[in-house]
């Protein structure tokens, strides 16, 4: 359910918080109060686009939250998790839409940044709206199927339906990548040969390209490092006024001064360890060198290797992993087409087999969606004649491509004589809406969609049918959240909560609010909407309230 929806800075409402309640919540009020900014806010947390024209004048930037009590439903979890949002906490979704007069567009879910397509996908979700406004899912022709199955319990049948036909699927792709003609076959072979035997032939190992470099700088600089090896062991020994030389001559020097001053011994022990290192230096750039050798063959191997590595690279992945992974992928491939024979009767017979399967459930659905259609059109029809739509009849039009993969279309004739139309043709908000209510009203144990919004449908309504209207959407709260926002009192009397928005000047500006009401409030409201506050609407109005 919708538990908080929190409007700041948009049309008319500076800030605004309501608090909604489980059940049937109703909104009434003048018009032009402020009634369709609560609809727009919570258009615009389930996605729609942002109207900049729409923030409060002054304001830099208009802000929406919505927060939702979700539970643990599989579907948004799913979701959110799909699309790199943080999960619900406490079963708690929160939405947050904020947009600037300069052009800026945010929205978050549960704190985690996200797109415009995410939340639109995540309100089909969590809220139908039903009135001149968008999210009108039984429009849609999938819609109407899911309908169609959630009232003959057929939901489980489809999945099993799906699954089957998702399998076929899968083995006519695996198949189809094996049966192609004998001049790309043979080309396939080839290639895939030509790349298993490449890499093959290299022998490569994860770890051996640092090392090939290391080896290939070395080999190629070999002439420059021994000249600076020797030229360093020149300065270090072997040249007549060498560093070894000259510490022999200050050795001399250090120990006449120990000889004539015995405290001298620390400045002759740092001699000694400084002519040690410098030997020490010396046999590393002995070794060194021993190590460094000219071999301009040993050069063209190593320089063949790096070329050969680079090539592999340049063709098949950017690291030496993705080259071997490449070569293991196209070794298996290689061996599935070279089976090619083997591979397709073993994939035949999982088709025959799993197209079998499909028929079957596919027969199945079918038979059942067609046993179906005149209790639910039925079940619609009597719904709609409580609304005010006698002699208005409701049908399905159900049809196959194949059995199990059926289209249905809903069709209504709101006018005595003339034919059944797509309800998706109809021209009147007002009979669009009622329809919308029969159908909910007839579904409302199988609907999975939480929260239904419905917008004025009681347009053109009146008389007795104002008070089925009522009676169906308190019936329909006893399974789902319902927001109406009407103007007939016997709608909003069947409510368990009530809510009027009102407009007020503050400091020269108008400001729209929204309050909850009690119960002598209510009879205030309702007589207002029964035309004034007169004692005969007052105990009209307490009449309805009873």
């Given at each position: 359910?919708?538990?908080?929806?929190?409007?700041?800075?948009?049309?008319?409402?500076?800030?605004?918080?309501?608090?909604?309640?489980?059940?049937?919540?109703?909104?009434?009020?003048?018009?032009?109060?402020?009634k369709?900014?609560?609809?727009?806010?919570?258009?615009?947390?389930?996605?729609?686009?942002?109207?900049?024209?729409?923030?409060?004048?002054?304001?830099d930037?208009?802000?929406?939250?919505?927060?939702?009590?979700?539970?643990?439903?599989?579907?948004?979890?799913?979701l959110?998790?799909?699309?790199?949002?943080?999960?619900?906490?406490?079963?708690?979704l929160?939405?947050?839409?904020?947009?600037?007069a300069?052009?800026?567009?945010?929205?978050?879910?549960?704190?985690?940044?996200?797109?415009?397509?995410?939340?639109?996908?995540?309100?089909?979700?969590?809220?139908?709206?039903?009135?001149?406004?968008?999210?009108?899912?039984?429009?849609?022709?999938?819609?109407?199927?899911d309908?169609?199955?959630?009232?003959?319990?057929?939901?489980?049948?489809?999945?099993?339906?799906?699954?089957?036909?998702?399998?076929?699927?899968?083995?006519?792709?695996?198949?189809?990548?094996?049966?192609?003609?004998?001049?790309?076959?043979?080309?396939?072979?080839?290639?895939?040969?030509?790349?298993t035997?490449?890499?093959?032939?290299?022998?490569?190992?994860?770890?051996?390209?640092?090392?090939?470099?290391?080896?290939?700088?070395?080999?190629?600089?070999?002439?420059?490092l021994?000249?600076?090896?020797?030229?360093?062991?020149?300065?270090?020994?072997?040249a007549?006024?060498?560093?070894?030389?000259?510490?022999?001559?200050?050795?001399?020097?250090?120990?006449?001064?120990?000889?004539?001053?015995?405290?001298?011994?620390?400045?002759?022990?740092?001699?000694?360890?400084?002519?040690?290192?410098?030997?020490?230096?010396?046999?590393?750039?002995?070794?060194?060198?021993?190590r460094?050798?000219?071999?301009?063959?040993?050069?063209?191997?190593?320089?063949?290797?790096?070329?050969?590595?680079?090539?592999?690279?340049?063709?098949y992945?950017?690291?030496?992993?993705?080259v071997?992974?490449?070569g293991?992928?196209?070794?298996?491939?290689?061996?599935?087409?070279?089976?090619?024979?083997?591979?397709?009767?073993?994939?035949n017979?999982?088709?025959?087999?799993?197209?079998?399967?499909?028929?079957?459930?596919?027969?199945?659905?079918?038979?059942?969606?067609?046993?179906?259609?005149?209790?639910?059109s039925?079940?619609?029809?009597?719904?709609?004649n409580?609304?005010?739509?006698?002699?208005?009849?409701?049908?399905?039009?159900?049809?196959?491509?194949?059995e199990?993969?059926?289209?249905?279309?809903?069709?209504?004739?709101?006018?005595?004589?003339?034919?059944?139309?797509?309800?998706?043709?109809?021209?009147?908000?007002?009979?669009?809406?009622?329809?919308?209510?029969?159908?909910?009203t007839?579904?409302?144990?199988?609907?999975?969609?939480?929260?239904?919004?419905?917008?004025?449908?009681?347009?053109?309504?009146?008389?007795?049918?104002?008070?089925?209207?009522?009676?169906?959407?308190?019936?329909?709260?006893?399974?789902?959240?319902?927001?109406?926002?009407?103007?007939?009192?016997p709608?909003?009397?069947?409510?368990?909560?009530?809510?009027?928005?009102?407009?007020?000047?503050?400091?020269?500006?108008?400001?729209?609010?929204?309050?909850?009401?009690?119960?002598?409030?209510?009879?205030?409201?309702?007589?207002?909407?029964?035309?004034?506050?007169?004692?005969?609407?007052?105990?009209?109005?307490q009449?309805?309230?009873?």
């Amino acid at each position: 359910m919708l538990s908080t929806l929190r409007i700041k800075n948009l049309a008319l409402v500076s800030d605004l918080t309501l608090h909604l309640q489980p059940g049937y919540n109703v909104i009434t009020g003048e018009t032009g109060a402020g009634k369709s900014i609560i609809i727009g806010a919570l258009n615009l947390v389930l996605g729609q686009r942002a109207d900049r024209d729409a923030i409060r004048a002054g304001a830099d930037q208009c802000s929406v939250e919505a927060v939702f009590e979700v539970g643990k439903r599989k579907p948004i979890d799913t979701l959110l998790e799909e699309n790199g949002v943080e999960p619900c906490a406490e079963g708690q979704l929160i939405i947050k839409r904020t947009f600037s007069a300069a052009g800026s567009n945010r929205q978050f879910i549960n704190g985690s940044p996200t797109t415009l397509q995410t939340l639109s996908q995540l309100g089909e979700h969590l809220v139908d709206m039903h009135g001149p406004h968008e999210h009108q899912s039984l429009l849609r022709q999938r819609s109407q199927l899911d309908a169609l199955d959630g009232f003959a319990g057929l939901l489980p049948l489809r999945k099993e339906f799906e699954s089957a036909a998702r399998l076929c699927r899968s083995i006519e792709a695996d198949k189809a990548a094996l049966i192609v003609d004998e001049q790309t076959y043979a080309q396939q072979l080839d290639l895939l040969r030509f790349q298993t035997n490449e890499i093959s032939a290299a022998r490569l190992q994860p770890s051996e390209e640092a090392a090939v470099d290391q080896d290939f700088q070395r080999a190629s600089n070999a002439a420059r490092l021994l000249e600076l090896t020797q030229n360093a062991l020149d300065v270090l020994s072997e040249a007549d006024n060498s560093l070894l030389t000259q510490s022999a001559e200050i050795g001399r020097n250090l120990h006449e001064l120990q000889r004539l001053d015995p405290g001298a011994t620390e400045v002759l022990n740092a001699h000694e360890q400084v002519t040690s290192s410098l030997r020490e230096l010396q046999a590393a750039l002995g070794h060194y060198s021993e190590r460094i050798e000219v071999d301009p063959a040993r050069l063209r191997e190593l320089e063949s290797r790096v070329d050969l590595l680079q090539s592999l690279k340049r063709k098949y992945g950017p690291k030496l992993e993705d080259v071997i992974a490449f070569g293991e992928s196209a070794k298996q491939k290689l061996h599935n087409l070279e089976q090619r024979d083997v591979e397709v009767e073993r994939l035949n017979a999982q088709l025959a087999k799993a197209k079998k399967e499909v028929t079957r459930i596919g027969r199945d659905l079918t038979a059942q969606r067609k046993k179906a259609t005149p209790k639910f059109s039925k079940a619609v029809t009597k719904q709609l004649n409580d609304l005010g739509f006698a002699q208005s009849p409701f049908e399905v039009a159900l049809t196959s491509a194949s059995e199990g993969e059926d289209a249905s279309e809903f069709q209504f004739a709101p006018n005595p004589g003339e034919p059944p139309r797509p309800l998706r043709a109809i021209a009147s908000s007002g009979e669009l809406s009622r329809v919308m209510l029969a159908l909910k009203t007839v579904l409302a144990s199988e609907d999975q969609i939480p929260v239904l919004v419905f917008d004025e449908i009681d347009a053109n309504v009146g008389g007795e049918t104002a008070g089925v209207v009522g009676e169906k959407m308190l019936q329909i709260a006893s399974t789902h959240q319902v927001l109406c926002i009407t103007h007939l009192p016997p709608v909003a009397a069947t409510a368990s909560t009530h809510f009027v928005v009102s407009k007020r000047q503050h400091e020269g500006r108008t400001i729209s609010e929204i309050q909850l009401l009690d119960r002598t409030q209510r009879v205030n409201e309702i007589a207002r909407m029964l035309g004034g506050q007169t004692e005969a609407a007052r105990k009209h109005a307490q009449a309805l309230l009873r």
